[in-house]
T-cell receptor
Framework: GAGVSQTPSNKVTEKGKYVELRCDPI?????LYWYRQSLGQGPEFLIY????????DSGLPNDRFFAVRPEGSVSTLKIQRTERGDSAVYLC????????????FGPGTRLTVL | DQQVKQNSPSLSVQEGRISILNCDYT??????FLWYKKYPAEGPTFLIS?????DKNEDGRFTVFLNKSAKHLSLHIVPSQPGDSAVYFC??????????FGKGTKLSVKP
């Protein structure tokens, strides 16, 4: 199908390591969002891109987290010096444009930091 | 401080009956509200939305009601089916684009 895809589906890493999580949005969607979902919680906003630029990164918890979308399509979420508290499901969503209500979510990447 | 609250972590309903899922919010500046459904190991799937200028939106078996004065919305599923069993998230959005989610309500529809 032509939905949002995320890779890898699962990532296990050790504390202190660097990880990259990839998101492929729906073709033609200009807005891309990253969320993080911890156990028993709803998704929490991290960062949102309009085209290539980060329009709002207010949800990034600290400077270990960084995201890019260099060509306005695929996005990569990068986490440096991972900590056990970073363990969560990282969800990516895209929408046709920022003022379009419906966001389409990918299946998520489950990150486990040992 | 939670801006979107789903106070019932779980709900159990008999097949064929009505399921009512509730959501409260605190920020009167939200422009629209959405309901998402989530199965285990999958991403949330959009169900239905409502603009803040409306009080009802209906799509097949799903109806969302918005009471702005009470800052409350609800999702009605009629009739409920076993395949509706999932976690339902209420979300709110505004001009900034990102969504704010509640913690979810796990719905179990028993045959």
């Amino acid at each position: 199908g032509a939905g949002v895809s995320q890779t890898p589906s699962n990532k296990v890493t050790e504390k202190g390591k660097y990880v990259e999580l990839r998101c492929d949005p729906i073709s033609g969607h200009t807005a891309l969002y990253w969320y993080r979902q911890s156990l028993g919680q709803g998704p929490e906003f991290l960062i949102y891109f309009q085209g290539t630029g980060a329009a709002d990164d207010s949800g990034l918890p600290n400077d270990r987290f960084f995201a890019v979308r260099p060509e306005g399509s695929v996005s990569t979420l990068k986490i440096q010096r991972t900590e056990r508290g970073d363990s969560a499901v990282y969800l990516c969503a895209s929408s046709l444009r920022p003022d379009y209500n419906e966001q389409f979510f990918g299946p998520g990447t489950r990150l486990t930091v040992l | 401080d939670q801006q979107v609250k789903q106070n019932s972590p779980s709900l159990s309903v008999q097949e064929g009956r009505i399921s009512i899922l509730n959501c409260d919010y605190t920020n009167s500046m939200f422009d629209y509200f959405l309901w998402y459904k989530k199965y285990p190991a999958e991403g949330p799937t959009f169900l239905i939305s409502i603009s803040s200028i409306k009080d009802k939106n209906e799509d097949g078996r799903f109806t969302v009601f918005l009471n702005k004065s009470a800052k409350h919305l609800s999702l009605h599923i009629v009739p409920s089916q076993p395949g509706d069993s999932a976690v339902y998230f209420c979300a709110a959005g505004g001009s900034q684009g990102n969504l704010i989610f509640g913690k979810g309500t796990k719905l179990s529809v028993k045959p």
